[in-house]
């Protein structure tokens, strides 16, 4: 599918993005070896390393009182969710983390550079929003600022020594932010308008690099690196190191992959007048890749709600082609079952678009023997009676079993599966967590 015909929105798209939100226009760049634009100037941040001294935190739930077991770099303050509701009287949700400095001596493959790295962790509790950031100041308004950060992440409900395997992990993800006016109270707002974030990443027990690009839209920014989990298992530990905060000399290029043939026609997609087209992520998460295949390298994770502005299609509006900084090209592609069109591109097709799926009516599948593999990466996957992730636990099943296809939700983000505790025989295993087959993706209609 490498030499499919695309059909191409004309314009430049990313500097319509631009003049329509002036203050941003983040770039997301996750994956190691990516094309990055070159920086210029030495590292704006104090204390990059997150080395000595350290320093106690003011608990931001009672202000005016300090957190003895809140220990961060110097430079760098603490930030957490406080609980709210019916969570003050429960211990799952939003326990306030604790922070250390992890030392080279007490994990060696917890610190990425001699001789400390900034340590945060969650015991059998999960905190929604939590991290660290640093207040810049004597920025140039309307610079282009890059801050990238090196994270590990070790996430496990397994208490047995040594802890250096993410078993049955928690969802533990990071993500990188900058805040372009630098405004923080208590707390970094994340949902500001004026924040640009990287998507989530999980490197768990290695270092993952987050990158994330921002224009500053006063002389003062925040640095931010925030932190959430889905389930609270016994172990939910971040280790952060190796910080930059530089500004940015250029930008890549967007230009059509030379690996796509050109199109032989193009159909004009432009709407006097209308906002740029785009796709929005509607599953958890969704593979942006190199190539317009599902064979093509994964660039990056994106999670839900995340919005790509599109710049071509192929024929049969299997794939979408959108900017993307993290790409050497700054193009990628996401296929169409995992995202939605906005309102721009759905006009710009004439309304001709395939009527969204409701997300929990089963289509059976009849016909030749079908399986999903389990791809947790270590973790038991849950097994449960709907395709809901609040619907009821049956079981788990390991990492790498193979499952017997029954069926597919019509959004085709659930699996129904031959289950022996399940009320009619079969059960759901979330599609994110698994593999499926030829077999299962040509029944289900998958590509």
């Not at 920014?221 to 250029?250: C, F, Q, R």
């Not at 087209?277 to 994770?301: D, E, F, H, M, Y």
């Amino acid at each position: 599918m490498i030499g499919a015909k695309l059909f191409r929105w004309p314009g430049d798209a990313c500097a319509a993005r631009y003049a329509l939100h002036a203050v941003l226009c983040a770039a997301a760049l996750v994956v190691p070896g990516a094309a990055h634009a070159q920086s210029s100037g030495p590292n704006l941040l104090k204390n990059p390393g997150f080395d000595w001294p350290a320093q106690t935190n003011g608990d931001v739930c009672a202000p005016g009182w300090a957190k003895d077991n809140a220990i961060t770099p110097h430079e760098w303050m603490a930030f957490w969710t406080c609980k709210s509701g019916e969570e003050l009287n429960q211990d799952l949700v939003n326990r306030a983390p604790e922070f250390r400095m992890m030392t080279v001596d007490i994990a060696t493959d917890r610190v990425r550079s001699y001789p400390t790295s900034a340590s945060f962790f969650n015991y059998r509790s999960i905190n929604r929003s939590a991290g660290l950031y640093q207040i810049v100041r004597g920025v140039t308004p309307g610079a282009r600022l890059r801050f990238s950060v090196w994270v590990n992440l070790l996430t496990t409900n397994s208490d047995v020594l040594p802890l250096n395997s993410s078993r049955q992990p928690g969802g533990l993800q990071a993500r990188a932010c900058i805040h372009t006016t630098g405004f923080v109270a208590v707390t970094p707002n994340l949902n500001d308008p004026a924040v640009a974030c990287s998507i989530w990443m999980r490197p768990y027990d290695t270092w993952g690099e987050l990158v994330v690009e921002a224009t500053a839209a006063s002389d003062t920014v925040a640095v931010i690196i925030d932190t959430t989990a889905e389930y609270p298992v016994i172990h939910n530990d971040v280790h952060v190191d190796d910080a930059s905060l530089t500004i940015v000399s250029g930008t890549p290029a967007l230009q059509q992959p030379a690996t796509l043939a050109a199109p032989t026609s193009v159909q004009s997609l432009a709407v006097p007048g209308a906002a740029t087209p785009g796709v929005v992520v509607k599953t958890p998460t969704a593979n942006v890749r190199a190539a317009p295949s599902l064979n093509g390298t994964i660039l990056a994770s994106a999670p839900q709600g995340t919005t790509f502005t599109v710049r071509a299609y192929t024929a049969d509006r299997q794939w979408w082609q959108i900017e993307f900084s993290g790409a050497q090209d700054g193009l990628a592609y996401i296929h169409n079952s995992v995202v939605t069109l906005n309102a721009a591109a759905q006009a710009a097709l004439g309304g001709n678009t395939a009527a969204q799926p409701a997300a929990t009516t089963a289509q059976t599948i009849i016909g030749a023997p079908a399986q999903v593999v389990v791809n947790t990466g270590g973790g038991r996957l849950n097994v449960r009676a709907a395709p809901s992730a609040n619907a009821p636990i049956l079981g788990r099943v390991q990492n790498g079993a193979s499952l017997e296809v029954k069926g597919v939700s019509l959004d085709k983000q659930w699996w129904r599966i031959a289950y022996v505790g399940g009320a009619d025989g079969t059960a759901w295993v979330m599609a994110q967590y698994v593999v499926p087959n030829a077999a299962a993706r040509q029944l289900a209609g998958l590509p």
